[in-house]
C-alpha cells in the first residue's frame, strides 16, 4: 500500500512565496504512456513558469484502479493541482478523488463524458462553442445539405446542435456516418455514392491525416466536395497534397501565429524543440501541447493573486485541500492570455469565449478566411491567389489583343442601357474563361471582334488565323475548333471544350396510336412466352392431377361403390382451368389435391401480376402519340426527299463535309453548295430549322445550348465525329505554355465546367426547356416480367414435386392395403400414368361380387377387405363393366384395374 495514514494534516514543506520560486509548488500530471509530447509540454510549461512537477504515466486506457492510485500519490506529494490528459473514463476517476481532496483538476482533453457536475477546468473550447462556430459557418456556406462524420466511440457533443438543424423547421438535410475501424474508405465511398457533398468532420487530431488520404484515395478531394473539420488541429498537418484537387477545407485554429502578438508561442516552440530535439514550426505545434502550457500559466497566474499553501493529502481520510477551492475559484475568474488566446472560463470552468481563426485551403496553401470572436464570426476572404502560376512573369502586366466572336454563348454583346465601352461591352462563355486566366496569369487584355474565324482559301489565310500570323492578335477565342489545316497556320492552346458535329431539327409531329397498340404494352418475347407457358402448364397440370391419388373421384356420388373413377384433368379441363384465370374469369374447375391446388395459385398470381401489369401500362399505350421522326440517321437525311439541309457557310463544319471521303457527306456537301443551303451563322440555321423542312449541322456544344432555349428542337442521331475547341495564337507563341498550364488548371478544378453551366443552362434564358422528357412508353420486357415467371416456375416445380409424394404415399398405401410390394404397385401406377388413356379408372373387385352385383355383398366384402390388390386378382378374371369406356380399360390392361373407391372418398 502505497498510502501513508499518518500524514494527515501534515503541512507542507512547500510553503511558497516569490523569493522560494527555485522550490516552486508541484504541479502533478496524469498522462498515458505514449503521450511524450504533452509530459514535455508540462515540463517546458512548468520552466517557464517555476512550478516543478510530478508526472504520473497511465499504462493503459481504462486503467482505473492505476488512475486512483496514481491520484492518490500525488495528493501525498503535495500538488496544488493536476493536469489530466487522459480524458474519458479516465478523466472521470479522477475528476472523483479530485473533487473529493479539492484539488484543482485541469483537463486538456476533449471530453465525451463531461457534465456540469464536475468542478473541472477544461482547457478545450466547450461544445457549445463548437456547435456555434460549426452553425455560423454552415449558414455562411449556405449549404442546404451536409454530412456529419464522427469516430466511433468518440463524442458528437461538439456537432449535436448541428443535428437539430435536420429539423422540420429549417430547410437542411442532416445526415450522420460513423467511421469506424481503421479503414474509412467503405464509409466514404457509400457516402459518395449518395452523392453526399458537404461534410462536418469531428474526429480527434490523431484520426484527421487517415482521413484525409482516404477521402483522396476513394476520390472525395475534388471540387465538389467541402468539408468543416471540427478538429483546431487540421491546419498543423501537411496539407499539400490536397491543395490542387479544388476540395474545400475549411478548419478552425486557436492559436495566434503572428509573433508580436504571440511571442510565448515561439518561446514554447523554442524550448518545446531543444527539449524533444523536434524542429516544428510553431504552426506545426498540436494544439494539446499548447493547452498544457497554458493550464500551467493559469496556476501561475492564481498563485500570485491568492496565497495557498501545499499540503500533503490523503486518500484515505478524505480530508480536502483548505486552499483548494479558493485556487480553482481564482483560476476561473482570472483573465489570463495564453498561447491559446484569453483564457475566459464560466463558472462550470467550460471555455467558452473562445477566438478561433477559420482556415481554408487554397491552391496557395492555407488562407485565414475570416475569425469567431466574441461569438460572431467575421469572414473576410481574401481573392484566392493562384500563387504557382501567378509566379510566372511572362504574361504579366502585358497586355494582350484578343478576338473574339459574337455567337452565343461564346461572346454577346451586353444588355445593358447605358453605352458601354471596350471590354465591358461583351460578355459569355468565353470572355470569362480570357478573364480567369488574366487573373491567374496577370496579363491585361482588350478584345476585338472578328466575324471569319478564318481558313486557309486561295488567297492565303484569313479572319482570325490571319491576324494572329500577322501580329494583329495575340489571341483569339471563341468556338474556335482546332482543325488540321488552321494547325498549320497557327497554334492552339490545350483544348478547353470537346464536341462533334450533331443534326439539329424540329420536334416531328405527333401520330395517333396504331391499331394493334394494346398489344405493345409485353414485349414479343413476353407474349411468346405466355402462350408457350400456358400448354407446358396445362400438360403439366394434367400430369399432375392424374398422377394425385385425391383427384381420382368417384362420378356419381350417389352409388357408394363405382365401378370406376373420373380425373376432371382432362386436356379441355385443364385449357380452360388455365384460359379462365388469365381472363380473370376462373372456371369450374377446382382442385382437389394439394399439388394441383399449389399449382393453380401460383397460376393465379402470375396472371395476377400479369394482368395487373398489362392493365396498368395500356393506358399509356392507347393514349402517347408518338414522335414519328422523318429521319434517325444521316443517311436516311440524305435519302429523304423533301427535307433540306445545311451549316454554317464559313466553318470547320462545312469543313467536314468537304473533305470527307464518305460519298453520303459528299453528296450532301454537294446539294448544300448547289442548292444555297449553307447559311451565314449559327442563328440563322436554327431559325430555319426551327420553321422549315431543314435540318441544320452544327456542332454539339453549340446544339446543346440551343436546345435549352429552343424547346421544339431536338438533336437527331449520334455525333458524326469528334473535335474541341482551342484558343488560337500565333505559331510558337511564347504564351503558349502559361495558357496551357493556367487552361489544365481551371479544368482540373471544374472552373470551365462551372462556366460552361452558367452559360449554358443559366444566364441569356437557359433552362427554359427544362430536362426534356422521353415520352416514348416503356414497353414491358422479359427483364421486366422474370420475376413473375420464375415464381410461377418454382410453384410449379414444388407443385410437382408435391404430386409425386402424393403418388407414392397412395402407391404406398395400396401395397401396405393389398400385401404386395411397393415397386410392384409403383410400377402398375407408372404405367397408368404413362400410357394415359383418359380420365377413367376402373375400379378393380373381386369376380363374384361383381356378378352378383349386389351392394350389400360389395359392402360386406369392403368390410372384409375383399378386394384383393392387384397382385392377388391377377389370378381372377378381370371384372368387365358395361360402359363402354370402362370396359375399354378393363379389357386393354387388368393392371391399371387397382384403385379401391374408399380409398379416394
Ligand atoms: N466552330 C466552327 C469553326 O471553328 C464554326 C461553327 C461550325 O462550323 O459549325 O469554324
Known amino acids: 500500500m502505497l498510502l501513508v495514514p499518518f500524514v494527515l494534516l501534515l503541512f507542507s514543506s512547500y510553503v511558497f512565496g516569490q523569493d522560494e520560486a527555485a522550490e516552486g509548488p508541484i504541479i502533478g500530471g496524469i498522462f498515458y504512456k505514449n503521450s511524450d509530447d504533452l509530459k514535455v509540454a508540462l515540463e517546458v510549461g512548468a520552466k517557464t513558469f517555476n512550478f516543478r512537477t510530478s508526472i504520473k504515466e497511465v499504462s493503459a486506457r481504462g486503467d482505473v484502479l492505476g488512475i486512483s492510485k496514481y491520484v492518490c500519490e500525488l495528493a501525498e506529494e503535495g500538488v496544488i ?13 479522477i475528476q472523483a478523488l479530485c473533487d473529493m481532496l479539492e484539488l484543482p483538476h485541469v483537463s486538456i482533453q476533449h471530453n465525451d463524458l463531461y457534465n456540469d457536475d464536475w468542478s473541472v477546468l477544461n482547457m478545450q473550447p466547450s461544445p457549445s462553442a463548437y456547435n456555434m462556430v460549426l452553425e455560423e459557418l454552415i449558414l455562411h456556406k449556405e449549404w442546404r445539405n451536409f454530412t456529419v462524420l464522427y469516430i466511433k466511440d468518440y463524442s458528437m457533443m461538439r456537432v449535436s446542435e448541428l443535428l437539430h438543424l435536420g429539423n422540420k423547421t429549417h430547410p437542411y438535410v442532416v445526415s450522420v456516418r460513423e467511421l469506424s475501424g481503421d479503414d474509412y474508405r467503405e464509409v466514404l465511398i457509400d457516402a459518395k455514392h449518395n452523392g453526399y457533398t458537404n461534410f462536418v468532420v469531428d474526429c480527434p487530431s490523431r484520426n484527421l491525416e487517415q482521413l484525409l488520404l482516404h477521402a ?11 468539408y468543416i473539420f471540427v478538429s483546431p488541429d487540421l491546419f498543423t498537418l501537411d496539407m499539400s497534397r490536397y491543395r490542387y484537387g479544388g476540395v474545400n477545407m475549411t478548419g478552425l485554429r486557436m492559436v495566434e501565429l503572428n509573433k508580436t502578438d504571440n511571442e510565448k508561442l515561439w518561446n514554447f516552440t523554442m524550448t518545446f524543440n531543444q527539449e524533444t530535439g523536434k524542429t516544428l514550426e510553431a504552426e506545426e505545434l498540436k494544439t494539446q501541447l499548447l493547452l498544457v502550457h497554458d493550464a500551467v500559466e493559469i496556476f501561475a497566474a492564481a498563485i500570485k493573486k491568492v496565497h495557498v499553501e501545499a499540503e500533503q493529502l490523503s486518500c484515505e481520510n478524505y480530508k480536502a485541500w483548505d486552499y483548494g477551492s479558493t485556487l480553482l475559484n481564482f483560476m476561473k475568474t482570472n483573465k489570463v492570455d495564453g498561447i491559446t488566446r484569453s483564457l475566459i472560463f464560466n463558472g462550470l470552468g467550460d471555455r467558452t469565449d473562445v477566438t478561433f481563426d477559420i482556415l481554408e485551403l487554397t491552391p496557395a496553401g492555407n488562407q485565414t478566411i475570416g475569425a469567431w470572436k466574441n461569438n460572431r464570426l467575421i469572414m473576410d476572404r481574401p481573392i484566392v491567389a493562384d500563387a504557382e502560376i501567378a509566379q510566372e512573369p511572362a504574361l504579366r ?5 484578343v478576338l473574339i466572336a459574337i455567337s452565343p454563348p461564346y461572346g454577346y454583346y451586353k444588355l445593358s442601357h447605358e453605352k458601354l465601352e471596350g471590354n465591358d ?14 487573373q491567374i496569369l496577370g496579363f491585361n487584355y482588350e478584345f476585338e471582334e472578328e466575324k471569319d474565324y478564318g481558313s486557309l482559301g486561295e488567297n492565303g489565310w484569313t479572319g ?5 500570323r500577322e501580329d494583329k492578335a495575340d489571341l483569339a477565342i471563341c468556338d474556335f475548333t482546332m482543325t488540321a489545316e488552321r494547325q498549320m497556320g497557327i497554334d492552339f492552346s490545350t483544348p478547353f471544350m470537346t464536341l462533334g458535329i450533331g443534326i439539329l431539327y424540329k420536334q416531328p409531329s405527333k401520330q395517333p396510336p396504331e391499331m394493334f397498340s394494346f398489344m405493345a404494352v409485353f414485349s414479343k418475347e413476353v407474349w ?10 396445362g400438360v403439366t397440370m394434367i400430369f399432375v392431377g392424374h398422377i394425385s391419388y385425391k383427384e381420382w373421384q368417384n362420378p356419381v356420388p350417389c352409388i357408394e361403390s363405382p365401378e370406376e373413377l373420373n380425373n376432371q384433368f382432362s386436356f379441355a379441363n ?12 376462373g372456371s369450374e374447375i377446382a382442385p382437389i389435391a394439394l399439388a394441383p391446388r399449389m399449382i393453380t395459385s401460383v397460376w393465379w398470381f402470375f396472371t395476377m401480376v400479369m394482368v395487373a401489369s398489362y392493365v396498368g401500362t395500356l393506358v399509356a399505350f392507347l393514349i402517347v402519340e408518338k414522335n414519328v421522326m422523318p429521319f434517325k440517321t444521316v443517311e436516311e437525311l440524305y435519302n429523304h426527299k423533301s427535307i433540306s439541309y445545311g451549316a454554317k457557310k464559313k466553318g470547320s463544319t462545312k469543313q467536314f463535309f468537304e473533305e470527307s471521303t464518305s460519298p453520303i457527306y459528299q453528296g450532301m456537301f454537294k446539294k448544300m453548295t448547289r442548292n444555297g443551303w449553307l447559311v451565314g451563322d449559327n442563328d440563322v440555321g436554327v431559325l430555319k430549322a426551327e420553321t422549315q423542312q431543314y435540318a441544320f449541322f452544327m456542332e454539339s456544344t453549340s446544339l446543346e445550348y440551343y436546345k435549352e432555349r429552343h424547346c421544339d428542337l431536338l438533336q437527331v442521331g449520334g455525333l458524326l465525329d469528334s473535335k474541341s475547341y ?25 472552373e470551365i465546367e462551372k462556366m460552361k453551366n452558367i452559360w449554358w443552362k443559366e444566364k441569356r434564358g437557359g433552362g427554359k426547356c427544362g430536362e426534356k422528357h422521353d415520352e416514348e412508353q416503356k414497353q414491358l420486357g422479359m427483364k421486366n416480367m422474370l420475376g413473375a415467371f420464375v415464381v410461377l416456375g418454382v410453384g410449379s416445380l414444388i407443385g410437382l414435386f408435391i404430386s409425386i409424394i402424393d403418388m407414392l404415399w397412395g402407391v404406398f398405401k395400396r401395397s401396405v392395403k393389398y400385401s404386395t410390394t411397393f415397386r410392384y404397385e409403383l410400377v402398375e401406377e407408372l404405367k397408368f400414368v404413362i400410357k394415359f388413356r383418359g380420365n377413367i379408372k376402373p375400379v378393380k373387385r373381386n369376380q363374384k361380387k361383381s356378378i352378383e352385383g349386389s351392394f350389400e355383398a360389395l359392402a360386406k366384402a369392403e368390410g372384409k377387405d375383399d378386394i384383393r390388390s392387384l397382385h392377388s386378382i391377377r389370378s381372377t378374371e378381370t371384372h368387365r363393366t358395361h360402359h363402354s369406356h370402362s370396359s375399354r380399360h378393363s379389357s386393354r390392361s387388368l393392371s391399371v384395374a387397382f384403385a379401391k373407391r374408399r380409398s379416394y372418398s
Open 528 to 537: 411468346y412466352y405466355m402462350v408457350l407457358i400456358q400448354v407446358a402448364l
Open 425 to 438: 461591352r461583351y460578355e459569355g462563355f468565353t470572355i470569362d474563361i480570357i478573364d480567369r486566366l488574366s
Open 726 to 750: 482551342g484558343i488560337g495564337m500565333k505559331k510558337q507563341s511564347p504564351y503558349k505554355k502559361y495558357i496551357d498550364d493556367a487552361l489544365l488548371h481551371m479544368k482540373e478544378r471544374g
Open 464 to 468: 482570325m488565323c490571319l491576324a494572329l
Open 397 to 401: 502586366n502585358k497586355t494582350l489583343k
Open 216 to 226: 483522396q484515395q476513394v476520390g472525395m478531394m475534388t471540387d465538389e466536395h467541402s
Open 81 to 93: 493541482g493536476i493536469i489530466d490528459g487522459t480524458g474519458g473514463r479516465a478523466s472521470e476517476n
Open 574 to 585: 385443364s385449357v380452360w382451368l388455365i384460359i379462365g384465370s388469365v381472363m380473370q374469369q
